[in-house]
């Protein structure tokens, strides 16, 4: 059973860069084609938010209000994914998840499962 | 962008009893929608995907319906597990891909 858990620092500082992994249990981030690797995240309270996916081959797609700041990477060899944030401030404190992402046609990725169970992230001095 | 509105916000329903969720997207999604439903605490689960296909293990309760701007999530005779929060999601004109504000379905 695919399983996915994020890691990183529960506390960033303003300003800072948010650094998450994903690891992958159950399953081989390179052994199948048709699935991607997703980043989304959840206010407190709030609604979901797409971050932005990540190809095995190192394809990557983000959230063009949050691109300018994202770098999504891809370790097939250690079969984890990571996200990173620059420039943090309190509007990004939010729960991370982790996701693998199914595909459609043309092998673009479409929608999201399973998720990891989440961590979350606060930014404050 | 694409916007989805979910209705209501808030749905009160006693157990044994169904309940409707509705999603309105701001321009036509065809049938690229999928529905998930999130407990307190937990990370979101997919039930639909392709606006009317069950995702594996989903129970036959869970029903989807509806294309192009709008769609309905149906759960008949609730189960206490059934209490939670759900969201539609479009995949048809991305990135990004955006989620409904979500509707909270409590028991009555």
């Known amino acids: 059973q695919l399983q996915l858990q994020e890691s990183g620092p529960g506390l960033v500082k303003p300003s800072e860069t948010l650094s998450l992994t994903c690891t992958v249990s159950g399953g081989s981030i390179s052994s199948s084609t048709t699935y991607y690797w997703g980043w989304l995240r959840q206010p407190p309270g709030k609604g979901l938010e797409w971050i932005g996916s990540?190809?095995?081959?190192?394809?990557?797609y983000y959230n063009p209000s949050l691109k300018s700041r994202l770098t999504i990477s891809v370790d097939t060899s250690k079969n984890l994914f990571s996200l990173k944030m620059s420039s943090v401030t309190a509007a990004d404190t939010a729960v991370y998840y982790c996701?693998?992402?199914?595909?459609?046609?043309?092998?673009?990725?479409?929608?999201?499962?399973?998720w990891g169970q989440g961590t979350l992230v606060t930014v404050s001095s | 962008e694409i916007v989805m509105t979910q209705s209501p916000a808030t749905l009160s329903v006693s157990p044994g009893e169904g309940a409707t969720v509705s999603c309105r997207a701001s321009?036509?999604?065809?049938?690229?929608l999928a529905w998930y439903q999130q407990k307190p605490g937990q990370a979101p689960r997919l039930l639909i995907y392709?606006?009317?296909t069950r995702a594996t293990g989903i129970p036959a309760r869970f029903s989807g319906s509806g294309s192009g701007t709008e769609f309905t999530l149906t759960i008949s005779s609730l189960q206490s597990e059934d209490f939670a929060v759900y969201y539609c999601q479009q995949y048809n004109d991305w990135p990004p891909y955006t989620f409904g504000q979500g509707t909270k379905l409590d028991i009555k």
């Open positions: 990540i190809y095995y081959s190192g394809i990557t």
């Open positions: 392709g606006a009317s």
């Open positions: 321009q036509s999604v065809s049938s690229n």
């Open positions: 996701a693998r992402v199914l595909t459609g046609s043309w092998n673009y990725p479409i929608f999201f499962d399973p």
